[in-house]
């Protein structure tokens, strides 16, 4: 559980990312213990956090990295991640991040069309270099999530539909400067229950068994991230299940002895260990509420606004028990822009010291500047 050194807030600006150290090496420890089978690789998708001091710990404890654009290949080299460590998705990859990620030998793009795959071929070939490719492969799999996130259905940006797949498996084995190393999913993020996962063993399963059918076999599979966390109970729950989510992959997927594994895990590992400070400006009375206006608004963390998302908020402040209800807004010029409604806290006042909790994954990484403001800054535990 987290405590946080509010003594220590009183002096520092606000609003600021605080990073639990000690819950992101717990969590770490976590993933080591219930992945340590040879043939699996865990990668951090470093898009939930790329905060160096964040990767550091990361890279320490031997994660490979899972990026989504240049800039992210970029940040994990910096932060010394080794490139044979490094995979690359997305669905528009441009030349000059195809190009970087060719020059520094990174291990596999996971590629999301057959346009991407033929801009590869001709940037490897103009660079005399082979690339090696997963297709990332849209398995209609429901991940019952909230739909801005859900990935892995077939109406869906994301990957090569099922019926094209055959077709681009030819590509990839009649191009020159293509090496086909496997197959990857991903089929949506925040997801808390073991069965989308389970499903997608399964469907795993029926496309390996056609493919070997037809003479093809792959040397890795890649099944994506998604791992939800508890975002209701951050001090009860502060490391997912990680035991559970390991074995689901263990006990369903039909893996050949051959085969490498891949995990591409962002929120559960992140997720946790960071929260948002912020200060009370005013309290507003309003004709049927109250408003706690505090001075971090969606440039700070977005994702009650774009994701209809919930952080529990806790006064830090506070001594009293006596309790209240307040809509938690933000200072941005856009109604979005609100934490919580109806939110039970203490007797709250300006100057007291919230803290959103469960911020650490998709929060300081998705800071933006609107309204001219500072992007936060971050304070890390001891
Ligand atoms: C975002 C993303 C992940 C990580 O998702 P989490 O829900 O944070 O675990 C993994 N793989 C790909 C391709 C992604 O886009």
């Avoid at 043939?39 to 990767?55: D, T």
């Avoid at 801009?119 to 739909?147: C, F, G, Y």
């Avoid at 493919?211 to 890795?220: L, R, V």
Wanted: hydrophobic share 35%.
């Amino acid at each position: 559980m987290t405590i946080f050194p509010v003594k220590e807030f009183e002096n520092i600006p606000t609003p600021f990312y605080y990073y639990d150290l000690n819950i992101l090496r717990e969590t770490l420890n976590e993933v080591a213990k219930h992945s340590s089978r040879d043939n699996y690789h865990v990668h951090y998708a470093i898009k939930a956090n790329a905060n160096p001091q964040i990767l550091s710990i990361i890279r320490d404890a031997h994660l490979g990295v899972d990026c989504v654009s240049g800039g992210e290949v970029q940040a994990a080299l910096n932060a010394g991640f080794s490139p044979d460590k490094i995979v690359f998705a997305g669905v528009g990859k441009s030349d000059w991040e195809i190009k970087l990620a060719l020059e520094n030998n990174i291990s596999c793009f996971n590629v999301e069309s057959e346009a991407e795959l033929e801009v590869i071929q001709e940037i490897a070939q103009s660079m005399d270099k082979s690339a090696t490719v997963a297709l990332r492969v849209n398995p209609n799999v429901d991940a019952h999530t909230h739909h801005y996130i859900t990935t892995g259905l077939a109406e869906n940006k994301f990957g090569i539909n099922l019926e094209m797949l055959d077709h681009i498996i030819e590509r990839c084995i009649i191009l020159p400067n293509i090496n086909l190393q496997g197959l990857h999913f991903h089929i949506g993020s925040q997801i808390t229950e073991t069965e989308p996962f389970k499903k997608l063993c399964l469907k795993i399963n029926e496309l390996q068994s056609h493919y070997e059918n037809i003479g093809i076999k792959f040397n890795s599979i890649n099944v994506g991230g998604g791992l939800g966390i508890d975002y209701d109970n951050p001090d009860e729950n502060p490391i997912p299940n990680f035991k559970d989510y390991f074995e689901t992959f263990h006990n369903n997927l039909e893996l050949r002895p051959w085969q490498q594994l891949h995990f591409e895990l962002g929120r559960s590992i992140v997720g946790q260990c960071g929260s948002l400070i912020t200060r009370v400006l005013y309290v507003k009375e309003g004709v049927k509420k109250k408003f706690a206006i505090v001075d971090a608004g969606f440039t700070e963390l977005i994702r009650p606004a774009l994701y209809q998302a919930h952080h529990n908020i806790e006064n830090l402040s506070s001594k009293t028990t006596d309790t209240e209800h307040y809509d938690v807004v933000g200072p941005i010029c856009e109604s979005s822009d609100r934490f919580g409604e109806s939110e039970i806290l203490p007797i709250t006042s300006r100057g007291d010291l919230l803290a959103l909790r469960s911020a650490g994954a998709y929060g300081e990484i998705m800071a933006s500047q609107y309204n001219c403001r500072n992007l936060p800054k971050s304070l890390f535990s001891e």
